[in-house]
């Protein structure tokens, strides 16, 4: 009878022994797959995002040159109008992140920040200049530095910004409910994100 008994024991919890790996295994193997998942959706989410802009600019040139002192001066000038094509963009393939499996914790430790482009189409009128005070290259550098610095200031007081934000912010969005569906908690600078405004004032501070 005890060795029907010691044998049942062993039997049962051999069984028991059998099912605590077997749920151990199956918890673990769906732990490694929302991992995997998650890593394949950043992947996907890993993309250039631009927002496209165009500006217009009329800038006046003058410059003068004192010769002999201030009885004579002379002066050359330039209108130029300018077209430009601007780009605001987020390389999100420079997302970077860190993964706790254990605690089922995402991490970014690294968003991208804006990159602005600004391709500028000169087109020159009215040049006017001294013989003594000729038109030459530093005139140009100096005409296209004075103006990319313009149409910069019209970039970030215009809506183009904030709709390179909003793009941003709905990348953002889909890594964030990616983490609520498998569980996992997201977080950024020691800050869980865990709504949609504390995920909206993230990416305000980001381009701030």
Known sequence: MKKVLAGALIALTSVLIYKSCAENNEQKRILKESSLLIQEELKNVSKLIVSEGHFSEVYNYQDSKELFGTRLTAEKKALVVVNAEVTIGYDLSKLQYELDEENRILRLTSLPSPEIKVNPDFEYYDINADYFNPFGAEDYNAIKENVKSSLLKKVE??????????????????IYILTQSQGWTLVYEGEEINSPDVLFNLGKTLVD
């Open 157 to 174: 007081s215009s809506t183009l910004l904030s709709n390179a934000e909003n793009r941003l912010l709905s990348e953002l969005s889909k």
